[in-house]
């Protein structure tokens, strides 16, 4: 029961960050500054974002209720609120602030993050761990378009 419950919790937070990078990256994506940006080539089309989002979100939400059900500690919950400040800057810094550079310190640092927590806790969490596969594996998708920006703009 605590594992629904913290599911739950974590879909609410995780899906507000969402919620609220989305708000704070105005129109972004839909701009001239983002759109005649020289993008990489294996840039998906916008679609793609917000399908691997909520699949992230769904995946890590869970990792998370599995994570914090069998470790409840401060270091969980610290790592996890760095991360959301991490995952929701980004947007407004990039698409807000036009910073690419400083958005991509900040996509970095994000992907280190979730790598320290699927590499951390693999052992304890065992196969519960592949449910942060997605976003890691996309966060690395992502700092290479936000790379590829920084180079060729």
């Known amino acids: 029961m605590k594992l629904i419950k913290y599911s739950f919790v974590f879909l609410i937070i995780n899906f507000g960050a969402l919620a609220l990078g989305n708000w704070l990256m105005t129109n ?34 869970i990792y998370m209720a599995y994570l914090y059900k069998l470790l409840p500690d401060a270091k969980t919950i610290f790592l996890f609120i760095i991360q959301f400040i991490l995952n929701v800057s980004w947007n407004y810094v990039f698409f807000n602030k036009h910073l690419v550079g400083m958005g991509f310190i900040i996509i970095l640092l994000l992907t ?40 060729n703009n």
């Open 28 to 61: 972004g994506p839909k701009e001239s500054w983002y759109l005649n940006l020289n993008k990489a080539p294996w840039t998906p089309p916008g679609w793609v974002f917000g399908v691997a989002w909520f699949t992230i979100m769904v995946c890590y939400s």
């Open 112 to 151: 280190f993050l979730i790598g320290l927590f699927l590499f951390t806790y693999i052992k304890p969490l065992k196969n519960s761990s592949l449910l942060i596969l997605p976003y890691f594996i996309w966060l690395l998708i992502a700092s290479s378009l936000n790379g590829y920006i920084l180079y």
